[in-house]
Nanobody, 121 residues
Framework: QVRLVESGGGSVESGGSLTLSCGAS????????MGWFRQVPGKTREGVAI???????RYLNSVKDRFTVSLDTAKNTLRLQLKSLRPEDTAMYYC???????????????WGQGTQVTVSS
C-alpha cells in the first residue's frame, strides 16, 4: 500500500509558475514509477510527467521545456515544477505510483486526491 498526498496547487496568471508536491508513505521502496496526471471535467485523464526508478523521465509533448518532474527519495516526495503556465494547463493534477509494469508500461495503482491548478489569461 502506498499513500499519496498532493499539495501546491493554486491560481496563477498566464506565464506564472507553481511547484506541486506529492508526499508518499507506506511501501514506497517497492515503487518503480511515479507520475503526474491531470484531468479536466469531461475529458480523459492524461499523463503529464513520469519518472521511473532508474531516473528515466517522460513528458507530455505540450509541457516539455516548461514542466520538470523530480523525485526526492530521501523525503519520499515527488515534485512537479510548472513554468510558463498557460490557461490550457488548468486541471486537477494527480500524483500516482506504480509497483509493477503491465505489458511494459507502468501500472499505476495508487493515486492521490488531486490538487487544482487554475491558470487565468
Amino acid at each position: 500500500q502506498v499513500r499519496l498526498v498532493e499539495s501546491g496547487g493554486g491560481s496563477v496568471e498566464s506565464g506564472g509558475s507553481l511547484t506541486l508536491s506529492c508526499g508518499a508513505s507506506g511501501d514506497t521502496a517497492s515503487t518503480i514509477c511515479m507520475g503526474w496526471f491531470r484531468q479536466v471535467p469531461g475529458k480523459t485523464r492524461e499523463g503529464v510527467a513520469i519518472i521511473e526508478h532508474n531516473g528515466t523521465t517522460r513528458y507530455l509533448n505540450s509541457v516539455k521545456d516548461r514542466f520538470t518532474v523530480s523525485l526526492d527519495t530521501a523525503k519520499n516526495t515527488l515534485r512537479l515544477q510548472l513554468k510558463s503556465l498557460r490557461p490550457e494547463d488548468t486541471a486537477m493534477y494527480y500524483c500516482a505510483a506504480a509497483l509493477n509494469k503491465y505489458e511494459g508500461r507502468c501500472d499505476y495503482t495508487y493515486w492521490g486526491q488531486g490538487t487544482q491548478v487554475t491558470v487565468s489569461s
